[in-house]
């Protein structure tokens, strides 16, 4: 069954008359409600195409957070082939809050690493709703070191509210591991390209997104802190999220006029979770796009350009 947001109560309330007409149909005569059905239909795309032509960034941020939204598992099984995961960060443990490993994209062999967040509730606590602990940023070092030495391109699919803060995450050194993970990025002789492809949570975002492009799809969200956190720390009220969320500057085309994103996916009208293997395929070709804008630099090239994409980030505005 479709899940809808609270927003798009105007268009469950047009399907549903829509699936009341073709159960009609499908038990008496079709052919005198056919016209109805097809009026139906146009008048619920038209409604569903105008909402989200002017969603407000709370709005796109119920989007990204979608249950149905495709994860980064849904992502692994239809754009790459081979994937074989690779566990464990060697010091500690392994963290199913971040899954990595090497695949094959569209022929070319790759390193794919992403936040998973999980789709019913056991994966959902599986994988810690996609709030990695510091074993997962060391995997993620881990994988990416590993990349480099056999020069493979690191694609990155990110999807996390943030970092786990819990107790013992924070004993067993969370900023840190953030931190090497982010230098790890930087440090890549290899092409990385990063997708945001529902939530980007701060540094648990950064950790692997920092990348030689960023891509964002069109209803995800990239920010410092979720607006929920941003209503807490500014108004001691967390039901202030939809006013931080207004002033944050979120959004994938905030983001791309602020040149945090190199460039935006576009998503099927009613956001990915409508059309996963449409959105997937675009998310596909964007990264297919980026990777061959990459070809040709050499790792002292593809540092340098890197470098001063972020140091670049806020100067030219």
Not at 126 to 142: D, L, S, T
Not at 144 to 156: H, K, Q, T, Y
Not at 254 to 277: K, Q, T
Not at 278 to 307: C, F
Request: net charge negative; proline share 4%.
């Amino acid at each position: 069954m479709r899940s809808y947001l609270d927003f798009e109560k105007p268009v469950a309330e047009l399907e549903a008359k829509l699936e009341e007409l073709r159960a009609m149909a499908a038990q008496g005569d079709a052919v005198a409600i056919g016209d109805d059905i097809v009026r139906l239909e146009g008048k619920a795309q038209d409604a569903l195409t105008q909402l989200y032509a002017s969603l407000t960034p709370w709005q796109k941020t119920q989007v990204a957070r979608h249950p149905m939204r495709p994860h980064f598992s849904d992502y692994a099984s239809a754009l790459f082939e081979e994937f074989t995961p690779l566990a464990g960060d060697r010091k500690f443990g392994d963290d199913a809050a971040i899954v990595g490993g090497l695949a094959r994209f569209r022929g070319q062999a790759v390193c794919l690493i992403g936040h998973e967040k999980g789709s019913t509730t056991e994966t959902r606590i599986k994988h810690n709703f996609g709030m990695a602990r510091p074993e997962g940023y060391r995997k993620a070092v881990r994988l990416m070191e590993l990349a480099d030495r056999f020069e493979l391109p690191v694609v990155s699919l990110v999807d996390t509210a943030g970092a786990f803060p819990g107790l013992d995450a924070e004993e067993r050194g969370q900023a840190e591991a953030i931190a090497r993970s982010t230098d790890a990025c930087l440090a890549l002789g290899v092409p990385n390209v990063a997708v945001i492809i529902g939530e980007g949570g701060s540094g648990g975002a950064i950790a692997i997104a920092t990348a030689n492009r960023v891509l964002m799809l069109e209803h995800a969200i990239y920010s410092v802190i979720s607006p929920e956190g941003a209503a807490s720390i500014l108004w001691r009220d967390t039901a202030k999220a939809q006013e931080a969320a207004m002033n944050m500057k979120i959004t994938a085309q905030d983001l791309a006029r602020l040149h945090i994103v190199d460039s935006v996916i576009a998503e099927p009208v009613g956001g990915a979770h409508r059309d996963p293997e449409a959105a997937m395929v675009a998310t596909g070709d964007a990264i297919e796009a980026a990777l061959r804008e990459l070809e040709g630099l050499d790792p002292r090239g593809l540092r340098k350009a890197r470098r001063e994409k972020f140091l670049a980030i806020g100067r030219n505005l």
